[in-house]
């Protein structure tokens, strides 16, 4: 009974095994051949994380032909972030420093932003505070925007305190030129080309942003940067000298119902094929090129952002080891124990079973010795008395059976061999000539 038993368990955890494998490759080759169409919200055309957003478009493509990626052209962090909370588009590049929405998941850091303020050189501005009731070319919408205020309000300024020109980048950017904005503020990687446009014009000048660490304490996305002399021009150089400023990371974001396998090849492009993504992106541009060695995994801590989309974590995962191999002293020792309890509760099953075993061969040798019994004895009483012991020894067996002291098994060994005796009982009860003989039933009844 044991071995049957043992052996459905077998065959059962053999099938749920192979059903377990099946299904795994199943998903696994359904998540491969499954055309994917994802929208990346990805800025304005000239930014540096469009054009990185288009040459991951072409890596994907090339590496995962099931998965298209469509680059979405947007106004900024602001308005990619509500895209994405909306559900109407699975990836977006933002400033790491904008708030975003409780669908958004973090897939990997893709560069630093750097804060840069451009003013006429002949206004004499030499800081934020001297902002105070100017121009600033900047749009009133966008991350760009809520960074300046988060600026302005540490140094004790609101957005009443100034004048916003522009309703886009290039908007402001012409106003600066044309002198109708006396500053131009831009959340951009240093060496952006449409900042060299203008600091080459050779009437503006970088105006420091100090305090980084102080303004980290409020916000903690933000970061000390520095835009390195000779950053835009290195004769003269321009800035002068490496310039104080605040730094944020451009972050690549998903949505939380995008695809994982999706994310997962994404977040493995970005990571694994960055020499790909380089040569994928215009040669006019080489400093979005160099941006690539600033791609890392998200490093934020928990609890303080948007937490990481679960197809990034499992590609960030993939070198970890699997839980056996982590925890191989702790497996080999439950495996031992397991392996120590079995053997003991084999041993003791064995012990029980021989013991039922023993037991029902004892009460089967009595049956044996009352045969011998019978077939010696002549008189009605001594067979009367044997009758006697005969039932007594099959109520003491059947109360053996209840208590599980013996098995069915003997059980039905003993029962064949005291019918054996019965019958013969039975049969000298009628052949006995001084004896008259005795019905059956009458002796069940007994």
């Given at each position: 009974m044991f071995e049957f038993i043992r052996s459905k368990l077998i065959v059962v955890l053999l099938t749920v095994i192979s059903v377990a494998v099946a299904t795994w490759w199943f998903l696994d080759w359904r998540g491969r051949t499954r055309v994917y169409n994802v929208t990346l919200?990805?800025?304005?055309?000239?930014?540096?994380?469009?054009?990185?957003?288009?040459?991951l478009k072409a890596?994907?493509?090339?590496?995962?032909?099931?998965?298209?990626?469509?680059?979405?052209?947007?106004?900024?962090?602001?308005?990619?972030?509500?895209?994405?909370?909306?559900?109407?588009v699975a990836l977006a590049a933002a400033q790491a420093d904008v708030p975003v929405g409780s669908a958004a998941r973090l897939i990997a850091v893709l560069?630093?932003?750097t804060f840069q303020l451009l003013v006429h050189k002949e206004l004499g501005i030499r800081s934020i505070v001297d902002l105070r009731g100017r121009r600033v070319g900047l749009p009133k919408a966008g991350g760009q925007y809520q960074s300046f205020l988060v600026v302005?309000?540490?140094?004790?300024?609101?957005?009443?305190?100034?004048?916003f020109v522009g309703g886009n980048d290039e908007e402001a950017d012409r106003a600066f030129l044309s002198n109708r904005a006396d500053a131009v503020f831009r959340v951009r990687a240093v060496g952006n080309p449409a900042i060299a446009s203008l600091v080459r014009t050779g009437d503006a000048e970088f105006v420091p942003i100090p305090q980084a660490q102080a303004m980290q304490i409020r916000l903690a996305a933000f970061t000390p940067a520095v835009i390195p002399q000779g950053a835009y021009l290195g004769a003269p150089p321009i800035p002068a000298a490496d310039l104080e400023s605040v730094g944020v990371h451009r972050t690549l974001l998903a949505h939380r119902d995008a695809s994982d396998d999706v994310v997962r090849a994404v977040t493995e492009v970005l990571i694994e094929e960055?020499?790909?993504?380089a040569d994928a992106i215009p040669g006019d541009r080489p400093e979005v090129r160099s941006l690539l060695a600033g791609v890392k995994p998200p490093d934020t801590p928990r609890g303080l952002g948007p937490p990481?989309?679960?197809g990034a974590q499992a590609y960030y995962d993939r070198d970890k080891?699997?839980?056996?191999?982590?925890?191989?002293?702790?497996?080999?020792?439950?495996?031992?124990?397991?392996?120590l309890l079995g053997s003991w509760m084999w041993e003791l099953r064995r012990w029980v079973v021989q013991?039922?075993?023993?037991?029902?061969?004892?009460?089967?040798h009595e049956v044996i010795l009352l045969i011998t019994r019978i077939q010696e004895t002549a008189g009605a009483a001594e067979r009367e008395a044997i009758r006697r012991e005969l039932l007594k020894l099959l109520n003491d067996v059947v109360w053996a059976l209840d208590q599980e002291r013996i098995s069915e098994d003997s059980f039905q060994s003993f029962r064949v061999v005291w019918q054996i005796a019965f019958d013969l009982l039975r049969e000298h009860d009628r052949t006995s000539t001084s004896d008259a003989p005795r019905p059956a039933l009458a002796f069940a009844r007994e």
């Amino acid at each position: 009974m044991f071995e049957f038993i043992r052996s459905k368990l077998i065959v059962v955890l053999l099938t749920v095994i192979s059903v377990a494998v099946a299904t795994w490759w199943f998903l696994d080759w359904r998540g491969r051949t499954r055309v994917y169409n994802v929208t990346l919200a990805a800025g304005s055309r000239t930014g540096e994380s469009y054009l990185l957003g288009q040459a991951l478009k072409a890596v994907v493509a090339r590496h995962r032909p099931n998965i298209r990626i469509d680059v979405l052209e947007t106004g900024g962090t602001a308005e990619s972030l509500a895209l994405l909370e909306s559900g109407k588009v699975a990836l977006a590049a933002a400033q790491a420093d904008v708030p975003v929405g409780s669908a958004a998941r973090l897939i990997a850091v893709l560069y630093l932003d750097t804060f840069q303020l451009l003013v006429h050189k002949e206004l004499g501005i030499r800081s934020i505070v001297d902002l105070r009731g100017r121009r600033v070319g900047l749009p009133k919408a966008g991350g760009q925007y809520q960074s300046f205020l988060v600026v302005a309000e540490h140094f004790g300024m609101t957005a009443a305190d100034y004048q916003f020109v522009g309703g886009n980048d290039e908007e402001a950017d012409r106003a600066f030129l044309s002198n109708r904005a006396d500053a131009v503020f831009r959340v951009r990687a240093v060496g952006n080309p449409a900042i060299a446009s203008l600091v080459r014009t050779g009437d503006a000048e970088f105006v420091p942003i100090p305090q980084a660490q102080a303004m980290q304490i409020r916000l903690a996305a933000f970061t000390p940067a520095v835009i390195p002399q000779g950053a835009y021009l290195g004769a003269p150089p321009i800035p002068a000298a490496d310039l104080e400023s605040v730094g944020v990371h451009r972050t690549l974001l998903a949505h939380r119902d995008a695809s994982d396998d999706v994310v997962r090849a994404v977040t493995e492009v970005l990571i694994e094929e960055r020499q790909e993504l380089a040569d994928a992106i215009p040669g006019d541009r080489p400093e979005v090129r160099s941006l690539l060695a600033g791609v890392k995994p998200p490093d934020t801590p928990r609890g303080l952002g948007p937490p990481v989309h679960d197809g990034a974590q499992a590609y960030y995962d993939r070198d970890k080891p699997a839980f056996v191999e982590e925890y191989a002293d702790f497996v080999a020792l439950s495996l031992t124990v397991l392996l120590l309890l079995g053997s003991w509760m084999w041993e003791l099953r064995r012990w029980v079973v021989q013991g039922q075993k023993d037991r029902a061969d004892d009460y089967t040798h009595e049956v044996i010795l009352l045969i011998t019994r019978i077939q010696e004895t002549a008189g009605a009483a001594e067979r009367e008395a044997i009758r006697r012991e005969l039932l007594k020894l099959l109520n003491d067996v059947v109360w053996a059976l209840d208590q599980e002291r013996i098995s069915e098994d003997s059980f039905q060994s003993f029962r064949v061999v005291w019918q054996i005796a019965f019958d013969l009982l039975r049969e000298h009860d009628r052949t006995s000539t001084s004896d008259a003989p005795r019905p059956a039933l009458a002796f069940a009844r007994e």
